[in-house]
């Protein structure tokens, strides 16, 4: 026996695991010669009358959290005269959200995970409902940061759960389109928060609290939506699982899904900050050098960023439709490829070109968004799902909460010639989010590159969830091993 071999077979099972995954990173990329590009439409036709329900009350409820989330960032200002503070002492509010939406995806993840998608979700959304309408009457700031913090917690419980409401019955030739256009409620979301702004803010006597109390209406809608539905397929399985064995089959579970997937946890919650350092990195400060740099009008800047949500909303369907046939690691590559040459137009633009600009960033970033609600399901343990893509989507947002503070904080040490008597000190932000940009899509395709895949795996409960591509070698390195020990 040569010395490689011999060298190969003394190796524990996981150092051939990392080294094949390594030297396999390049050549898992090709797509599949065997799977022709379906037409969107012939596969939006496979999902029953269930399964579309399902994906609709998935969609209703992550829309309208992303449209309470927006309410606070669109009326800031008003707000801030309101209860005689400053903007800055608002945009806390906004922090806050962002740091205590981790607790709520711990806290309803765990409870989605044992006890059903279903009541989980309801009680979030009542949530919503109160918390809504009590932003609406607080009379004091410290009042205002209670109402928000607690929000937060809420916010951060709904994603998981719709991801895996929307996609663990979802047919597998329609997991990448159905991800897509579920992760889009996102752009949706704004666009409603930018449209009911502008119709109750300013056309109503109590001003902003309206777009609050309007808000509070929705979730009542989405409540009755849930009731009338079931659990999923899946869920159902894993409780007929649970039934079978024991009392403590789900903690049993979750300890050997923490067990077994712990670098898998450890790899969603880094990818995840890159994420949403992208979106992040793109739109928070955007329609402030719009403003400020540029000197677009408040009608102006609120087209533009409406164009960009459009291109976002496109871009995650095409790219979430793709990622089926290409894989999921090879549709975020080429979209932050893509996205990295549109870097220079969409920070440099001056003229109505800027349109295109911002529509085909925006196409770019959330295209790569368009594959996450399933690229993290289908990395997730059946028994942990919710929780783990709830707690990895969040933590990731927690770790890009400053991203605005950082690009605001660089802009400093670029300031603009700003005109007498001009009481806005310019900064050249363009500059700053160009650098920026460049650096989130670059992080984004490495670790994307040497991150794994399991598009299309089996997504019952009970089915170990190992690395497709590495699933042969690492039964040939446990055996290797066990015949080297036994020699």
Excluded at 102 to 130: E, H, M, Q, T
Aim: net charge neutral; charged share 15%.
């Amino acid at each position: 026996m040569s010395s490689s071999v011999a060298s190969s077979r003394t190796r524990p099972p996981w150092a051939v695991r990392v080294r094949h995954h390594l030297a396999t990173r390049f050549s898992s990329l090709n797509p599949p010669s065997n799977v022709p590009f379906e037409n969107p439409f012939r596969v939006l036709r496979l999902l029953n009358k269930k399964q579309w329900l399902f994906f609709l009350v998935a969609l209703a409820g992550w829309t309208w959290d992303a449209f309470d989330f927006f309410t606070v960032s669109l009326t800031a200002s008003a707000i801030a005269e309101s209860l005689d503070r400053t903007v800055t002492d608002i945009t806390w509010g906004i922090t806050l959200v962002l740091m205590l939406r981790s607790v709520g995806a711990i806290v309803f993840g765990l409870l989605s995970d044992k006890y059903g998608r279903k009541w989980p979700f309801v009680w979030n959304c009542v949530l919503f409902i109160v918390l809504e309408l009590g932003t609406g009457f607080v009379q004091t700031y410290e009042q205002f940061l209670a109402v928000r913090a607690l929000f937060g917690i809420a916010m951060g419980g709904i994603y998981g759960n719709c991801a895996a409401t929307a996609l663990e019955d979802c047919p597998v030739e329609a997991r990448g389109i159905i991800s897509g256009m579920l992760q889009e409620g996102y752009a949706l979301g704004y666009l409603l928060a930018v449209i009911f702004n502008r119709a109750l803010t300013t056309t109503t006597p109590q001003g902003w609290r309206s777009l609050f109390w309007f808000g509070a209406g929705p979730p009542a809608l989405i409540i009755l939506f849930r009731v009338c539905l079931g659990e999923t397929d899946a869920y159902m399985a894993q409780k007929h699982l649970e039934r079978q064995s024991h009392k403590a089959a789900f903690m049993q579970m979750a300890k050997e899904s923490f067990r077994n997937y712990w670098h898998y946890m450890i790899y969603l919650v880094v990818i995840m900050a890159g994420f949403n350092f992208m979106s992040h990195g793109s739109q928070d400060l955007y329609p402030t050098m719009l403003e400020v740099q540029l000197e677009f009008s408040a009608n102006r800047t609120t087209v533009t960023m409406c164009v960009a949500n459009l291109g976002a909303i496109v871009g995650g369907i095409v790219f979430g439709h793709a990622s089926d046939h290409i894989g999921r690691r090879l549709a975020i590559i080429i979209a932050c490829i893509l996205g990295g040459a549109l870097i220079y137009p969409w920070a440099f633009v001056r003229n109505d070109g800027i349109m295109a600009a911002v529509f085909f960033l925006q196409f770019m970033v959330q295209g790569a968004w368009g594959v996450i609600p399933i690229y993290l399901t289908e990395l997730s343990p059946p028994a942990l799902r919710t929780f783990i893509v709830g707690l990895a989507y969040q933590l990731g947002n927690l770790a890009s909460s400053a991203s605005s503070t950082i690009e605001a904080t660089l802009g400093t040490h670029f300031p603009l010639e700003t005109q007498a008597g001009a009481s806005v000190q310019r900064y050249d932000y363009a500059k700053v989010m160009a650098i920026f940009m460049g650096c989130v899509f670059g992080f984004v395709l490495v670790v994307t590159l040497f991150g794994p895949e399991n598009r299309s795996v089996d997504l019952s409960v009970g089915k170990k969830q190992v690395d497709y591509e590495d699933a042969d070698v690492e039964k040939n390195a446990l055996a290797q091993h066990q015949e080297t020990r036994l020699v």
